[in-house]
């Protein structure tokens, strides 16, 4: 199979920043139709009213139909959640553990601080995306993901059974096994799929792999691939492609976020290439995950074509200039725009 025309996929967890930044990401999500966005600004979108306003500055960035998330804190007003939910300015409400990742410092550090909000979300079905990794210094960094399976999301869950839960870029084999046994959506993006640990330690460090939750080993990555390529609806794209400037990425603290948004769907191809599974990249990047939001496939088409290995450019944009995560194999598949 040479070339292969599916549903135009969507991408169920993407940023695009604000300003400059967004001017320059948000024209190269090449293939996606729609694109739930992620709230993590600064100052953080935590209410309907900030939603509808960010929604307008992305379509004229040149994104034209972004899905828009509100940032879950301890002082969210549950009535603004569900009414931005009815009136369709938002998809879905994100949360974010205090600290866990970039731009999380609003986030939630008291859990049971936000129940009347998620009681609310749970009574009127907004869903829920979660950024699955407890913060707790003590935690080794590569536990983080497994102890919030424990340790929150299995409460949450027992507290809140018909809350409609996306756990977002999951990176182990625990999460697969969880999200099948619980019946929970999840997103994987292009780098746990096709990268684990030792691409960004063992040959150099490599900050352009480094994104949150951090890659974990081999075998974990080989849970994923089976997981996205199993047909099980629980599983669909979301890419978190994170865009940082080239400085903040190549840096002696080097900031958190891959960027894959113009290659990603290309990528995802690939990975289901190389897993003898292309018959099921429709329903991974273009079915489950609208069937979890409850809303309709797109009705156009794209189309991809194997040939040449894909050229990266070094960056993207000018001011800022963005690195592309470049996974350090082939990419064989282009999208036919
Ligand atoms: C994301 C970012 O940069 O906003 N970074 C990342 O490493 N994935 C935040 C997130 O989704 O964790
Ligand atoms: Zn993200």
């Not at 990401?25 to 729609?34: D, K, N, T, Y």
């Not at 997103?187 to 063992?202: E, F, G, P, W």
């Not at 003898?276 to 990249?281: C, N, P, T, V, Y």
């Not at 939001?293 to 800022?320: F, S």
Request: proline share 8%; glycine share 8%.
């Amino acid at each position: 199979m040479d070339t292969l025309t599916i549903r135009r996929p969507d991408d169920w967890h993407l940023h695009l920043r604000d300003g400059a930044m967004l001017r320059t990401v948000a024209p190269l999500s090449a293939g996606f139709g729609r694109a739930l966005v992620m709230p993590n600004l600064v100052p953080p979108v935590t209410t309907g009213a900030m939603a509808a306003a960010y929604r307008e500055r992305i379509r004229a960035a040149g994104f034209a139909r972004p899905l828009m998330t509100l940032y879950l804190t301890e002082e969210t007003d549950p009535a603004d959640v569900v009414r931005a939910h009815a009136d369709g300015t938002i998809a879905a409400v994100k949360l974010y553990p205090a600290g866990a990742t970039t731009n999380s410092a609003s986030g939630v550090r008291d859990w049971d601080r936000i129940r009347p909000v998620v009681d609310a979300m749970e009574e009127h079905g907004v869903p829920l995306c979660l950024h699955g990794e407890v913060t707790d210094p003590e935690v080794d960094i590569f536990d983080r993901e497994l102890r919030f399976l424990d340790t929150r999301l299995a409460p949450l869950r027992d507290m809140h059974p018909g809350l409609r839960i996306t756990l977002e870029h999951i990176t182990t084999a625990d999460a697969v096994s969880w999200v099948l046994d619980h019946g929970v959506g999840a997103t994987i993006t292009v780098q746990h799929l096709m990268a684990d640990r030792n691409d960004m330690l063992a040959v150099g460090l490599r900050p352009h792999h480094y994104c949150l939750p951090v890659l974990k080993r081999r075998r974990h990555r080989d849970a994923l691939r089976h997981a996205a390529t199993s047909g099980a609806k629980n599983f669909f794209l979301g890419t978190d492609s994170a865009p940082h400037p080239q400085h903040a990425k190549e840096a002696a603290c080097c900031a958190a976020g891959c960027f894959t948004a113009p290659h990603a769907l290309a990528a995802y191809a690939q990975v289901f290439d190389e897993e003898g599974a292309l018959g099921k990249l429709e329903g991974f990047a273009s079915l489950h995950g609208p069937a979890h939001y409850r809303l309709e496939p797109n009705a156009d088409t794209v189309t991809l074509r194997r040939g040449e290995p894909l050229e990266l450019p070094a960056h993207h944009g000018g001011d800022p200039r963005v690195v592309p995560f470049d996974p350090g194999h082939p990419i064989r598949w282009h999208v036919d725009a």
